[in-house]
Nanobody
Framework: QVQLVESGGGTVQAGGSLELSCVASGRTFAVYVMGWYRQIPGQQRELVATISRDDRTIYSDSAKDRFTISRDGPKSTVYLQMNSLKPEDTGVYYC??????????WGQGTQVTVSS
């Protein structure tokens, strides 16, 4: 089992920045990939960015060049630095971890609202 606690969401004006954090606890030695997903009401959860245990990253087209995902291995924490935020970045951001063996876990979500 892995427990995830997210923080850092909030409301910001367009062009501003926010940093999300997600701290994992439990069987973190078996975590392979950590990432962030966004969900807008009525739509499916979509990938924002992921980072693997060997620091390989994947970004959505909308996040590329504006967001940076990073991890602090010893602290089992993943960060998402979001710059140049746009109103369309608004949504609930969920932390996700994928274990060796493919089981995954989700955080409770943190709201990000970007006003125009």
């Amino acid at each position: 089992q892995v427990q995830l606690v997210e923080s850092g969401g909030g409301t910001v004006q367009a062009g501003g920045s926010l940093e999300l954090s997600c701290v994992a606890s439990g069987r973190t030695f078996a975590v392979y990939v950590m990432g962030w997903y966004r969900q807008i009401p009525g739509q499916q959860r979509e990938l924002v960015a992921t980072i693997s245990r060997d620091d390989r990253t994947i970004y959505s087209d909308s996040a590329k060049d504006r967001f940076t995902i990073s991890r602090d291995g010893p602290k089992s924490t993943v960060y998402l630095q979001m710059n140049s935020l746009k109103p369309e970045d608004t949504g609930v951001y969920y932390c996700n971890v994928v274990m060796f063996g493919a089981k995954d876990y989700w955080g409770q979500g943190t709201q990000v609202t970007v006003s125009s």
